[in-house]
């Protein structure tokens, strides 16, 4: 039996736990977001994406002859998740394109140019399954350094900027017209969540991130009531799940990505049937000072709520 002081001095467990923390820390920050926008599947279609990445990454590791080919493989994915945030919220805001088509755009391109880039590169499909389901034997200490700088970026402009993110987030039309920056706070959303792909790839895998992204929230939302609240029991339940999933691959041959998605759900499951049984969570968050029950982009910005009601006296 393998004790818990053999898996942290273990060179292939070591770094996979750390990352694994790192990601139940950050997916639901992002999460949270993206599910107060309805915006539940832009996870996914960044983790398409990344792949393109992934691929041109090995293109450029097979061009310049760097070994092992795919060193350049994050770094690739960092950058094509990061265009496509940027891409999908020009296309959405500029081109007049819906937010489903912007996704459906990302879903097939990115598996198509992963595709196509990789056999370029000399390689295989076969090549991208361990980003696309997560694989612990190919973490090393060059990614635990990319995961924690990209951790620390997240959970700084999440946590740092949470008053305004939830602002823009909870009322779009009324944040726009209290003169909130709505277009950046949306692509500071975007980029967060391209990040938190990247951060992931490694050990949940590019098509299991935007699970641990949003079922920890949707799991919290059946056991407390709050947005803060909701963030800080999700962020508890994606680490538990990924720690737990990194845990049960030890001792079993399974792809850990499923697993740690697997027992989120199951958390959510428990979290539906604990409702059904003893009612909807009651209680509110305790109510910031000078809290009026104004909306949330009212609430990160008070003298707004002046100009709106001169807004409101001119129309009259």
Do not use: C
């Amino acid at each position: 039996m393998i004790s818990a002081f053999d898996l942290l001095t273990s060179d292939v467990m070591r770094y996979p736990l750390i990352i694994a923390v790192l990601i139940g820390l950050t997916a639901p920050v992002v999460g949270t977001f993206l599910v107060q926008k309805r915006l539940s599947l832009l996870g996914d279609g960044l983790g398409h994406v990344a792949l393109t990445g992934v691929a041109a990454g090995w293109l450029v590791g097979a061009w310049i002859s760097v070994s092992p080919h795919d060193l350049l493989a994050i770094p690739g994915a960092l950058i094509a998740s990061v265009l496509g945030a940027l891409a999908i919220e020009y296309v959405r805001e500029i081109g007049h394109t819906s937010r489903d088509v912007a996704l459906a755009i990302l879903f097939y391109g990115g598996i198509a140019g992963g595709v196509v880039i990789i056999q370029l590169a000399g390689g295989t499909s076969q090549n991208l399954m361990g980003y696309l389901f997560g694989s612990l034997s190919t973490v090393t200490a060059t990614d635990l350094t990319i995961a924690l700088v990209l951790a620390v970026v997240v959970l700084a402009v999440g946590l740092g900027l949470s008053g305004l993110l939830a602002a823009v987030t909870t009322d779009e039309e009324f944040a726009r017209a209290s003169g909130l920056p709505v277009r950046l706070v949306n692509v500071l959303i975007a980029v967060m969540a391209a990040l938190t792909v990247t951060l992931s790839m490694r050990i949940v895998g590019a098509l299991m991130v935007s699970a641990l992204m949003i079922v920890p929230v949707a799991a919290a939302q059946t056991m407390v009531v709050g947005f803060g609240r909701t963030m800080r029991t999700a962020m508890a339940i994606a680490v538990l799940a990924a720690l737990g999933g990194l845990l049960i691959t030890v001792y079993v041959d399974l792809p850990p990505g499923g697993v740690i998605v697997l027992l989120s759900i199951g958390v959510y499951a428990l979290g539906l049937i604990s409702r059904a049984v003893l009612g909807s969570p009651r209680g509110r968050e305790r109510p910031a000072p000078g809290h009026s029950g104004q909306p949330a982009a009212e609430q990160a910005h008070p003298s707004t709520r002046s100009s709106a009601r001169r807004r409101q006296r001119s129309e009259a």
